[in-house]
């Protein structure tokens, strides 16, 4: 071999991830140890020149030359990022496995063990929200008939557990609150609907069915989830209620929500949401809510006391 067989062959093992010793290479190619100095340091010129995704090491206390992989990211910012991943209990565990896969490895050799302890005691609790299918992949297709403007002919299992079968176009996708929310719009009715991406049941393409977006009836994707909490069915309306819980649980869920008035105990909140969302809000904080306006949104949250006590009559 000459020297640059000899050159090429230590990076590739380096690649591999092998750690060279001086004494290894000098009797593998019967070499000095100035030749061995030389070919070194022109792996890592070559190294420092390119656009490999990876450092040259001499570990001075080893003896040892090796090359040690770049992380795309911080780890502080993978760590953050698995945290975020579990927390949403989303996805089936098969599928968690293998996003969590995909973020460790982007950390270097030294720092997965690191973040594996610091994500085992969750991981092992992990409980998904119950779904029948994966939601990856069904990331990736809405995903596309989205960019590609495809309508969709499917069937869907609505609250009531009824199929409600339709052709629509899906115009967005986003994720709050444990699920993937599609919204498609529906030429028929001229409006758009909210689905959860997990209770579609079958879906078809339709690449050759033309659906035109009307211009007034867009979303944008951001300010609908400040005005979503949990669903975003029903009217959009003002309202103000007064919360004797900790003011900033009730602003993170309405982010365009804002406090008129602070009071004695309490802060009244004035701002806007999709009704039938505010409402389970409202009713999953008990006596921390008193809602002053609308009167509607008053008589709604009676209505819905009422029938919560009848079963317990």
Known sequence: MNASKHITEMLIRMLQGDKLTMDDEKERYHCSTKTIQRYLRDIKDTIEESNFNVSYIHDLKRKEYYLKEQSDFSFEETLALLKIVIGTRAFNKTELEQLMDRLLNRLSVEDQPLAKKLISST???????????????RIKNFSKYISENTAIEFTYLNGLRQIKRDIELPISLYFDNFYFYVVTYNE?????????????????????????????????DGKEINKTYLISDGKENNFELYYSGYPQTALDHFPNAKIKKELDGEVLIEGSAYMQGLILWIMEQGPRVRVKSPASLVEEVKSELLKTLKYYE
Do not use: A, M
């Not at 209770?199 to 009836?217: A, S, V, Y």
């Open 123 to 137: 991981t092992s609790k992990y409980v998904p929200i119950k779904s029948d299918y994966d939601l990856l992949p």
């Open 188 to 220: 028929k009715y001229n409006k758009n609907i909210l689905h959860r991406l997990d209770r579609f049941q079958t879906i078809k393409p339709l690449p050759n069915k033309k659906i035109r977006l009307p211009w007034e009836i867009k979303k944008d």
